[in-house]
């Protein structure tokens, strides 16, 4: 019987105090815990600035096992992961962060639950060191997401999971430029479980990925996965029609019945209620936008990246 091999994706982005621990701590996690398996990292540098690009192309001087792919510019996380998975070679493959907030100990109980016959394992936050406004934040998006999406994405759960083979080929047809991984994977079904584990604070430097494109990625995974956007328009175009039917008996009654100095208070009322519905208006406009910007994204057909190397001077690609 053949070795089976794992691929595990490191996407990197200014992370160079710590990509030579961290493949440090995935080798000793390698050796004690993974003996029979043949493990593979793809480091994917998206676009860093600093030193990460160096020291990770020294890692694949030193290490058969480290492959690196380089991109021309930074195009983002999904990108990246996105490129590890086009080249992996493995049976199963790992995709993780490099920031030691995705613990390498729990690779091999990943690795045990797809050996169970499960062909996706999520490793499921149950604790995370965030602040609190980000942990309050990311309670309140996963439950606005689950309640619009059309499908049901796993609460608590990021980018650190595995996939089996068969997943990973389904997951590579799907083409769609705004790529909202987290959401594709469950979209494609397949028997699935978790593993549970607190994630910790990051080690050294800055997260990668500020608040804007935590909004953008949020914005990814309501838009791509439901059209209830859309169906607000409805409620609100209703609501505002029967607000006017309340209006306009208000003001027939008022111009039979009411005293002349008292017709003209409503209008104050009016102007209020348009300029609200006009900036409702244009909420909706937008969020139209963003979905035809979706599609024209889709139909210029402009690769989702681009590589500037890749590399594996002791290794085979």
């Known amino acids: 019987m053949s070795t089976k091999t794992i691929s595990i994706i490191l996407p990197v982005f200014n992370e160079e105090e710590n990509v030579v621990p961290f493949c440090d701590a995935l080798d000793e ?24 690009l160096a020291r990770i ?16 510019r930074n195009f983002g996380h999904q990108a990246a992961l996105t490129a590890g998975m086009e080249r992996a070679k493995g049976d199963a493959v790992i995709t993780m962060d490099t920031d030691f907030q995705d ?5 091999p109980q990943l690795i045990e639950k797809w050996e169970a ?19 309050w934040t990311a309670d309140v998006y996963y439950r606005v997401l689950s309640r619009m999406s059309d499908v049901d994405i796993p609460r608590q759960v990021g980018d650190f999971r595995l996939i089996d083979r068969v997943v990973l080929k389904n997951l590579t047809r799907l083409d769609e430029h705004a790529r909202y991984l987290r959401g594709m994977v469950a979209w494609l079904g397949f028997k699935h479980d978790f593993v549970d584990f607190e994630r910790p604070d990051r080690l050294h430097g800055e997260t990668g990925y500020p608040l804007s494109k935590m909004l953008k ?32 008996g208000y003001m027939i009654f008022d111009t039979v019945f009411g005293p002349p100095a008292a017709k003209y208070e409503l209008y104050k009322w009016l102007v209020v209620v348009l300029f609200g519905f006009v900036g409702a208006q244009f909420v909706f406009l937008w969020i139209i936008g963003e979905y ?4 024209y994204n889709d139909v210029r057909r402009r690769p989702l990246y681009v590589v500037n190397e890749e590399l594996n001077l002791n290794g085979t690609d």
């Open 217 to 248: 990625l949020a914005m990814d995974g309501l838009l791509n996965f439901s059209f209830s956007p859309l169906k607000i328009g409805l409620w609100v175009g209703l609501v505002s029609m029967f607000i006017s039917l309340i209006f306009l």
């Open 117 to 135: 016959g499960n062909q996706i394992v999520y490793a499921r936050r149950t604790t995370r060191a965030d602040k609190a406004f980000k942990k």
């Open 292 to 295: 035809i910007g979706r599609i």
């Open 29 to 52: 996690m390698k050796r004690q815990d993974l003996t029979g398996y043949d493990v593979e990292y793809l480091f994917v540098d998206d676009g860093s600035v600093d030193d990460t």
């Open 103 to 107: 613990p390498p100990e729990v690779v």
């Open 57 to 72: 192309r020294i890692l694949s001087e030193e290490r058969s096992h480290v492959r690196v792919i380089s991109f021309s």
